[in-house]
């Protein structure tokens, strides 16, 4: 009952158009829902995701839920999830997306979800990392535990403008360490972030992992960044 009056003074708004949520929708109005741009990666083996990646890391599978275009809703949602503190978006979309890899096997099988982490002073300053939320949901409704543990970051990210490419290379390979023991040997690990457009950050969180010995690396992002 209160929460209904709390609702009727104080209605929330839709993560992607900012309409009146009704009764019955969370986060993510229904005509939102329907116009999302969804990739269907998880029925494709060869997706876009997983062709970005061929060469540069050895990946078990690859995989995003939504289409990133810039002004679209999509966009709009991230933007909340990651600067406006909505981290009930992540939560929407990781019971969303998990809906749909729980038949994806090697998924399922996997013993660990970890997120692409932020630095100490960036998570401070922010509050919280943006994908936790997003894990936390994926590790509930598939039964994979999520560890925040096993990657640091231990270099902060300042503006890199001027530096040549080589330079930021060398900067990015150092950005990453796994943290790990013998009980993470042999484990697949699923890696999660927000948003995959170069991939260059999962790329190189994707080598620090497989520093464990017969370690496996799964990549899942909210969205892909999309022409």
Request: net charge positive; glycine share 6%; aromatic share 10%.
């Amino acid at each position: 009952m209160f929460q209904h009056l709390v609702n009727l003074f104080f209605p929330k708004s839709c993560a992607g158009c900012s309409s009146f949520l009704l009764t019955n929708e969370l986060v993510i109005c229904t005509q939102c829902r329907f116009d999302i741009p969804l990739t269907n990666h998880h029925k494709i083996e060869e997706n876009e995701v997983m062709k970005k990646f061929y060469g540069r890391v050895p990946l078990e599978f690859a995989g995003a839920l939504f289409y990133f275009h810039k002004k679209g809703i999509v966009q709009e949602m991230i933007h909340k999830l990651k600067y406006k503190g909505q981290e009930e978006i992540g939560e929407a979309i990781g019971y969303w997306y998990a809906e749909e890899l729980k038949n994806v096997e090697i998924i399922c099988s996997a013993d660990f979800i970890i997120p692409v982490p932020l630095h100490k002073k960036r998570r401070k300053t922010r509050g919280y990392n943006q994908v936790d939320a997003f894990g936390k949901a994926l590790s509930d409704k598939l039964g994979i535990p999520f560890d925040e543990t096993i990657l640091r970051r231990n270099v902060y990210a300042k503006t890199q403008t001027k530096k040549d490419l080589l330079d930021r290379i060398e900067v990015k390979e150092a950005t990453f360490e796994a943290v790990f023991n013998e009980n993470h040997h042999g484990k697949h690990f699923v890696l999660i972030d927000d948003v995959v457009t170069t991939g260059s950050t999962l790329e190189i969180c994707s080598k620090a992992l497989l520093k464990i010995p017969d370690a496996k690396i799964s990549i899942v992002c909210m969205a892909m960044s999309h022409q």
